[in-house]
């Protein structure tokens, strides 16, 4: 593959295989945790807190990538299995953070081996070194389209 073209198509487009890379990675996920739906949504949210606890739902909207409203109805959901609690910010009672549980860091550390085993899948014959450039060639690519989209 050499660099984007005109007459590309699906058989050497990175975003396709990019895409497709998730959609196993999470059908793999999905299955090994026999989780429903919500299952990927969940993991994501909660390794987003487990790092970044007290986002307000705007900021937790940008680090998963799940958008604002499906997201709400995904927190109500975590909040009634107590993995979650979204209350008032100190000093700004009008902006809402959302906080990891007991519950939800207990559940987040379950999920966490089954997500590495199938990155471990995914990865096996990759030397470090290559996942270390593969690394960073996927953050240069969002670097890109950030400052693309923002006009510089």
């Known amino acids: 593959?050499?660099?984007?073209?005109?007459?590309?198509?699906?058989?050497t487009s990175l975003l396709?295989?990019?895409?497709?890379?998730?959609?196993?990675?999470?059908?793999?996920?999905?299955?090994?945790?026999?989780?429903?739906?919500?299952?990927?949504?969940?993991w994501r949210t909660l390794s987003v807190l487990?790092?970044?606890?007290?986002?307000t739902i705007s900021e937790?909207?940008?680090?998963?990538?799940?958008?604002?409203?499906?997201?709400?109805?995904?927190?109500t959901q975590m909040e009634q299995q107590r993995l979650i609690e979204r209350r008032p910010r100190a000093g700004d009672r009008r902006t809402i953070e959302v906080h990891l549980r007991q519950a939800g860091q207990d559940t987040f550390q379950r999920m966490r081996p089954?997500?590495?085993?199938?990155l471990n899948r995914a990865t096996e014959g990759f030397t470090p070194d290559?996942?270390?450039g593969l690394m960073t060639m996927l953050l240069r690519?969002?670097?890109?389209?950030?400052?693309?989209?923002?006009?510089?």
Do not use: C
């Open 1 to 11: 593959m050499s660099g984007p073209d005109e007459d590309e198509s699906f058989r």
């Open 16 to 42: 396709y295989w990019v895409g497709a890379f998730e959609q196993l990675a999470n059908q793999q996920f999905l299955r090994e945790t026999g989780g429903g739906k919500s299952a990927v949504s969940i």
């Open 50 to 55: 487990s790092e970044m606890n007290g986002l």
């Open 60 to 75: 937790l909207s940008r680090q998963t990538r799940i958008e604002r409203t499906a997201l709400s109805h995904l927190l």
């Open 114 to 118: 089954i997500r590495r085993a199938v």
């Open 130 to 132: 290559e996942l270390d």
């Open 141 to 152: 690519l969002v670097d890109n389209l950030r400052t693309a989209d923002t006009g510089g």
